[in-house]
T-cell receptor
Framework: KAGVTQTPRYLIKTRGQQVTLSCSPI?????VSWYQQTPGQGLQFLFE???????NKGNFPGRFSGRQFSNSRSEMNVSTLELGDSALYLC??????????????FGAGTRLSVL | AQKITQTQPGMFVQEKEAVTLDCTYD???????LFWYKQPSSGEMIFLIY??????QNATEGRYSLNFQKARKSANLVISASQLGDSAMYFC????????????????FGKGTKLTVNP
């Protein structure tokens, strides 16, 4: 069974540009969450999607947005990039079930560098 | 607000010895889940072990066990018989609420502990 796939693995952008990151969840998983990891702030929750609906959102500016498609694949977009957006962006998928452990499985991440 | 504290920035252990990584948490929700993840230098977060707040027994998964002390709000990870490949960052995380009751999949992470296994 294939794991969570994130593309691209590495990105270099300049300030002011925008970027789109992609995440393909484990087959059958319907929930996708995104996290940002930086040395200073650690791992921070960005958003969570289930059945194409944003279920929860972290404390990030509106420049950060996301969506989920009918096949559960998800994309996140960052517009008007800032130097501080340089980070490892991790996507996780799960199969939420009532009473279940609902383990989130992570992809290898996209490492974004903003110059 | 939920909070996870990992007080050990770095830990060293000799190969084949056991090591305990500390994690304390804070939540007012009676229903929560506690997770441990391993992050090698490659960046991928690897799930290790899960403990539910209502679980009576401590969780175990191979060489990993979770020492769950609910009254103390601690969920320490014990790795037995350490291997060189165990060298990595280890993160404790918590999720509050129940999915079926509108709960979120959101995980709150601690700052992590860097484990180094020496030969």
């Amino acid at each position: 069974k294939a794991g969570v796939t994130q593309t691209p693995r590495y990105l270099i952008k300049t300030r002011g540009q925008q970027v789109t990151l992609s995440c393909s969840p484990i087959s059958g998983h319907r929930s996708v969450s995104w996290y940002q990891q930086t040395p200073g702030q650690g791992l921070q929750f960005l958003f969570e999607y289930f059945s194409e609906t944003q279920r929860n959102k972290g404390n990030f500016p509106g420049r950060f947005s996301g969506r989920q498609f009918s096949n559960s694949r998800s994309e996140m977009n960052v517009s008007t990039l800032e130097l501080g957006d340089s980070a490892l962006y991790l996507c996780a998928s799960s199969l939420p079930q009532a009473g279940g452990a609902n383990i989130q499985y992570f992809g290898a991440g996209t490492r974004l560098s903003v110059l | 607000a939920q909070k996870i504290t990992q007080t050990q920035p770095g830990m060293f252990v000799q190969e084949k010895e056991a090591v305990t990584l500390d994690c304390t948490y804070d939540t007012s929700d009676p229903s929560y889940g506690l997770f441990w993840y391993k992050q090698p230098s490659s960046g991928e977060m690897i799930f290790l072990i899960y403990q539910g707040s209502y679980d009576q027994q401590n969780a175990t998964e191979g060489r990993y066990s979770l020492n769950f002390q609910k009254a103390r709000k601690s969920a320490n990870l014990v790795i037995s018989a350490s291997q060189l490949g165990d060298s990595a960052m280890y993160f404790c995380a918590m999720r509050e609420g129940k999915w079926a009751q509108g709960g979120s999949e959101k995980l709150v992470f601690g700052k992590g502990t860097k484990l180094t296994v020496n030969p």
